[in-house]
């Protein structure tokens, strides 16, 4: 039996539940030294089925991987020399979070900020980025 394409959406619809990362301040590291930061933040479409089940509240592993996942990416990408692949690094941050969690609790990582930051432009803004990051469900 074939569902239509309405019937499709819709199942990938129902059963979602949207966090948001706070706002993450990441170091971009190129030949030894920091170059800038990349500020970003994050909504997280997830199974809402999944979430109910967990022991643990899921914000700061979303968090880490989309860290870890900026951290990791190419330097020059993330300073903008180069143009950027957003959808292999939000696709990256979801294959880290279903990693820890089982495929398929992250259905889709959406760009909320995201902005490279070079070091010389960051003491003026070194006041925005006190305080500990707060996630809202």
């Given at each position: 039996?074939?569902?239509?394409?309405?019937?499709?959406?819709?199942?990938?619809?129902?059963?979602?539940?949207?966090?948001?990362?706070?706002?993450?301040?990441?170091?971009?590291?190129?030949?030894?030294?920091?170059?800038?930061?990349?500020?970003?933040?994050?909504?997280?479409?997830?199974?809402?089925?999944?979430?109910?089940?967990?022991?643990?509240?899921?914000?700061?592993?979303?968090?880490?991987?989309?860290?870890?996942?900026?951290?990791?990416?190419?330097?020059?990408?993330?300073?903008?020399?180069?143009?950027?692949?957003?959808?292999?690094?939000?696709?990256?941050?979801?294959?880290?979070?279903?990693?820890?969690?089982?495929d398929g609790f992250v259905k889709d990582v959406l760009i909320e900020k995201f902005a490279f930051v070079?070091?010389?432009?960051?003491?003026?803004?070194?006041?925005?980025?006190?305080?500990?990051?707060?996630?809202?469900?």
């Amino acid at each position: 039996s074939h569902s239509t394409p309405e019937a499709e959406a819709h199942k990938l619809l129902t059963g979602l539940e949207t966090m948001q990362t706070g706002m993450l301040s990441v170091p971009i590291v190129a030949g030894g030294a920091i170059q800038g930061y990349v500020l970003a933040q994050f909504n997280f479409a997830v199974q809402s089925d999944i979430l109910k089940r967990m022991s643990v509240a899921p914000d700061a592993f979303l968090a880490d991987a989309a860290f870890r996942s900026i951290y990791a990416a190419d330097a020059e990408a993330m300073r903008g020399a180069k143009k950027q692949d957003l959808t292999a690094l939000t696709t990256a941050i979801a294959g880290q979070v279903n990693q820890r969690f089982g495929d398929g609790f992250v259905k889709d990582v959406l760009i909320e900020k995201f902005a490279f930051v070079a070091k010389s432009e960051v003491r003026e803004g070194a006041n925005l980025m006190k305080g500990q990051p707060n996630f809202s469900r």
